[in-house]
């Protein structure tokens, strides 16, 4: 039976391999939306959007691979579905990738970008800061700045053509290592001796979205709102609507997590 009961609707996906995609379905959860968990390559043919989470990328992929869904996903974005890969969702969606591991990783594709791996460092390295996001509260309302949590985070190094930004953030470079870059983020060297680059943290290409940090874990969810009007949008198009919640019995899982204030 299809999630929500009708034929006529579409749910929002939310891939549900690994990482945070019980965070994703909780922050949807607050919208009203109940996100259904995508696990199967025919569990993408009951939904209208997918959204990607973030967690280990590699091993994202391995299990991708592992359950054959490459094939379904890459259908998925072709068919202009909306898609949202959030920072290793976004290294998903990337059509070229840096600091892959050996033998590089198999990956979805789609965005005219190329993403950097890793760019801000390791885990030890993951930081949180306000980023402008004129674009967003433009649509959405709210203050002109979203909280990014940055974990182990990607970053959008070049972008095609047709890749709009919506956020970017200006580091300090004065070696090609992540651990200086870092370094310079929290303004602990010499800002003079090194010079600026701006990297793109947020971007959207049609129907695909992507961010290299964490909405999922904020209170904030205009970046959800965001990515559900692309949903409702697409749907209408092909004259569906949005799959609401469905009776608290039928949602598995912990769906009311922590998240950081
Ligand atoms: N928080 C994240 O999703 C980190 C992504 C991680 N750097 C990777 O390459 O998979």
Redesign the pocket.
């Known amino acids: 039976m299809e999630a929500g009961g009708a034929a006529h609707q579409r749910s929002v996906g939310v891939l549900s391999l690994q990482?945070s995609f019980n965070e994703h379905i909780a922050a949807l959860r607050r919208l009203g939306v109940m996100g259904v968990e995508v696990r199967k390559a025919e569990h993408l043919e009951k939904i209208g959007s997918l959204i990607i989470p973030?967690?280990?990328?590699?091993t994202m992929a391995k299990l991708a691979h592992y359950h054959n869904l490459f094939p379904a996903l890459r259908e998925f974005v072709k068919s202009g579905r909306p898609v949202w890969g959030t920072?290793?969702g976004l290294?998903f969606l990337a059509d070229r990738a840096i600091g892959q591991k050996n033998g590089g990783q198999e990956f979805i594709g789609g965005l005219d970008c190329t993403v950097h791996?890793?760019f801000f460092g390791s885990q030890l390295q993951s930081f949180e800061i306000d980023l402008l996001v004129s674009k967003l509260a433009a649509k959405e309302g709210g203050p002109a700045s979203f909280r990014g949590v940055f974990?182990?985070?990607?970053a959008i190094m070049e972008v095609g053509p047709d890749v709009e930004v919506l956020a970017d953030y200006t580091v300090h470079v004065n070696d090609s290592t992540n651990a200086k870059i870092v370094t310079s983020l929290r303004g602990l060297e010499d800002k003079k001796s090194s010079s600026t680059q701006k990297v793109v943290v947020a971007a959207r290409q049609g129907n695909l979205l992507v961010t290299a940090f964490?909405p999922e874990l904020t209170k904030d969810t205009r970046w959800h709102s965001f990515f559900l009007k692309m949903s409702v949008e697409n749907n209408e198009e092909h004259g569906l609507s949005i799959s609401k919640e469905v009776a608290s019995s039928e949602v598995k899982g912990p769906i009311f997590l922590p998240i950081f204030e």
Request: glycine fraction near 18%; charged fraction near 20%.
């Open positions: 990482g973030g967690g280990e990328s590699t920072c290793a290294i791996r890793n974990i182990r985070a990607p964490h």
